[in-house]
């Protein structure tokens, strides 16, 4: 702090430090904050409240009985009593009915059913399919990208990354829904060929599968795969390729022992944003399952906030996902062995 | 490790329109020292990765140990090409970059550290296997890319410039150092330079090549001594170049009329009487005082001191000429007025031709 004083002198420093501080706030602590403090907690509404509220009115309406049929003064003042007890203890859970308490604790973690917890395995699961696929799909583009060099380098980086990037998320994956849908293009294709009949349901249904979602997935995500692998690839000297070559190595090897080595951050920072976005992506697999599929997790935390109305709930999902992602990235980290330092650059 | 011999038989490479190397032929001979020199883009680098299999000749055929190399890569060939950046893998150990030519033909671990070790022992770097190529100085690195390139035993070794990256001292120490590693091995080397230094003080052999063509081959003696071309003249050493016109030729002794007043000198090729011709004096041929051949009054214009020689340079009728002397005490007062001197010998005459320097 003291070095970016001198650095910048005493004004500019604070004020970097105060939007530094902004920052931190706006986009981490507030936001990642509330979620947890949201899920950490549960109103007690009893289910049961309402019938006791129900007995007491019952008892109540017999005393009144009671006291009005009652001609005996010390009785009738004692139901009386009885009768106002009854009502306070009607009012004050009432009022809990309303407004119920807020109980802390980690209830909402531990609640998750065995259909929700099989499906937040699942998810996660799938997600690293997509992210292990998309590598394999994305090192060959991006060591192309990567080596290519001059005019072609610009073609092919226009045509096959950035003008399917223009397109928006939601109609590349609706895209992608019409070509696999029981009409759709493959179909449609099949039906021309003769191979399946479309008249009477013969045909393959694609989206009932879950490779359907990968297949959107790693193509709507496959950019954060291959760019930061092209960012590392750019920076090996190609004369290490070349002197590998030259020591006779093959190149299956040249790519395992000198070029993967090379692009490991790279790799690294593909893989993370690639299962980050996958295992958190709600509109691809809403979008390709139509509930025909099997669920993801991050459908399951959007019905708890806005079909369940359990925001307590939701969010414990959603920091479960958020703790698992984060353990994968440390995972990924350590099996990569890179460190913060490699992957910043 | 045995040398072989690298034959290029009319060979010719083109890049699209552009031709990088003319037609030649070459021959080196196995176990030799063999220098390319030329400025960069002479075309000096192409035969290089041509030789070692990156580039295949347009025309012409390339034979290693009397093989042709017809549509063999460069992990087929009996070549190892050092790098001039090196190439080093950074992410490897240093034994692990000098075992990898044999992890890639399949040597056993335990048999190819053993191998490195004996490398890196040759290029006295033993106790340095287990450190990063980033740990060492630019010599050891150096030696550690030789090493690497020798593990895979190969029959000839390719260099492009390895020394350019290193400090003047070192380039020097690693001279001697690759002189004494080529003799050791002794292996064919071909070393690619733009260093005259380097080519003369190394080689056994050298080619002096400019824009694509070969201009001489020849011992360093003699391509110093003799050379055969303009620019192999202006190119390896210093060169006083006066022009002139040639008025007789008698016996390989060539009178000249020059701005100068006439030259007696000795031709060089044939050049043809009244046609314009370059004659070539080297600084330290010539002499203070008159000759019997050549006498050139001068105006002594400036004096350089190098240590055990002294530059001095002088003009007359608008050109400049340069003499190196050895240095001593008549050298610390000198009159304005010079004659410089020089033999028959020593004035090499030779058709106009482009010269190394503009």
């Known amino acids: ?345 | 490790m045995r040398g072989k011999d690298v034959r290029l038989d009319q060979v010719s490479i083109r890049f699209g329109d552009s031709i990088a190397v003319q037609p030649l032929n070459l021959t080196i001979e196995a176990g030799e020292f063999f220098s390319i020199l030329g400025p960069s883009g002479c075309g000096k680098t192409t035969i290089l990765r041509t030789v070692s299999g990156f580039i295949e000749p347009t025309i012409g055929r390339v034979l290693i140990g009397g093989e042709d190399m017809a549509g063999k890569g460069p992990n087929e060939r009996p070549t190892a090409l050092i790098f001039q950046n090196l190439a080093l893998f950074p992410l490897m150990s240093v034994a692990e970059n000098v075992a990898f030519g044999l992890e890639a033909r399949g040597v056993a671990k335990a048999e190819r550290l053993k191998r490195a070790q004996e490398l890196l022992e040759l290029v006295a770097l033993g106790g340095y296997g287990d450190k990063k190529p980033s740990d060492l100085s630019g010599g050891q690195r150096q030696r550690v890319a030789i090493a690497r390139a020798l593990a895979v035993e190969p029959s000839v070794l390719l260099l492009d410039e390895p020394l350019s990256a290193l400090d003047l001292k070192l380039r020097q120490h690693m001279r001697a150092e690759l002189r004494a590693i080529q003799k050791r091995v002794g292996i064919t080397f071909i070393y690619i330079t733009h260093d005259q230094g380097e080519a003369l003080a190394m080689s056994d052999r050298v080619a002096v090549m400019s824009r694509g063509r070969l201009e001489q081959v020849a011992a360093p003696d003699t391509l110093y001594a003799e050379p055969a071309t303009p620019f192999v003249a202006t190119f390896v050493g210093e060169q006083n170049v006066i022009r002139g016109t040639l008025r007789r030729i008698s016996n390989g002794a060539a009178s000249v009329d020059t701005p100068l007043g006439p030259i007696e000198g000795r031709e060089v090729g044939t050049p043809a009487i009244g046609a314009p011709v370059l004659v070539m004096v080297r600084p330290e041929r010539m002499t203070l005082g008159a000759t019997r051949d050549n006498s050139i009054p001068v105006t002594l214009k400036a004096r350089h001191l190098e240590g055990p020689s002294v530059n001095l340079e002088c003009v007359t009728g608008g050109q400049t000429l340069t003499v190196t002397l050895a240095n001593g005490p008549a050298m610390r007062e000198l009159p304005s007025d010079l004659v410089l001197g020089f033999g028959r010998e020593d004035a090499r005459v030779y058709a106009e031709g482009a010269l190394a320097h503009g």
Request: charged share 15%; aromatic share 12%; glycine share 6%.
């Open chain 1, 1 to 345: 702090m003291a070095s970016l004083f001198r650095a910048y002198g005493r004004g500019l420093g604070v004020l970097l430090l105060a939007i530094a501080a902004l920052w931190i706030l706006a986009l981490i602590v507030v936001p990642l904050g509330a979620m947890i403090e949201q899920s950490l907690w549960w109103k007690d509404s009893k289910g049961d409240i309402t019938l006791q509220i129900d007995r007491l009115y019952n008892d109540m309406a017999t005393l009144q009985l009671d006291a009005a049929g009652e001609t005996d003064a010390a009785r009738k003042a004692g139901f009386e009593a009885q009768i106002a007890q009854k009502q306070a203890l009607a009012t004050e859970l009432e009022a809990q009915e309303t407004n119920p308490p807020k109980t802390y604790g980690l209830a909402n973690f531990t609640r998750m059913s065995a259909l929700h917890f099989y499906i937040f395995v699942r998810t996660i699961f799938y997600a690293l399919m997509v992210t292990a696929l998309a590598l394999v799909v994305c090192y060959p583009m991006a060591y192309a990208v990567a080596l290519a060099s001059g005019p072609r380098k610009a073609i092919v980086l226009t045509v096959a990354l950035i003008v399917p990037y223009a397109i928006n998320e939601l109609l590349r994956v609706y895209a992608w829904l019409m070509i696999l849908d029981y009409r759709g293009v493959i179909n449609g294709i099949l039906a021309w060929l003769g191979m399946v009949d479309l008249d009477n349901r013969g045909w393959i249904p694609f989206l009932e599968n879950p490779s359907a979602v990968f297949l959107a997935m790693i193509y709507t995500y496959v950019l954060f795969m291959v760019f930061p692998m092209v960012n590392t690839l750019e920076t090996l000297d190609r004369n290490q390729i070349e002197a590998a070559r030259d020591l006779g190595a093959s190149s299956f090897r040249i790519h395992r022992r000198v070029i993967i080595p090379h692009a490991k951050p790279g790799i690294a920072v593909g893989c993370i944003m690639t299962f980050m976005l996958s295992a958190g992506s709600y509109s691809v697999p809403a979008i390709m399952t139509r509930g025909q599929g099997g669920d993801w997790f991050s459908q399951l935390v959007y019905r708890q906030f806005y079909e369940s109305n359990n925001w307590n709930m939701g969010s414990a999902y959603a920091v479960s996902l958020l703790v698992v992602c984060t353990a994968f990235i440390l995972i990924m980290m350590r099996l990569f062995g890179v460190g913060l330092r490699d992957i910043a650059k």
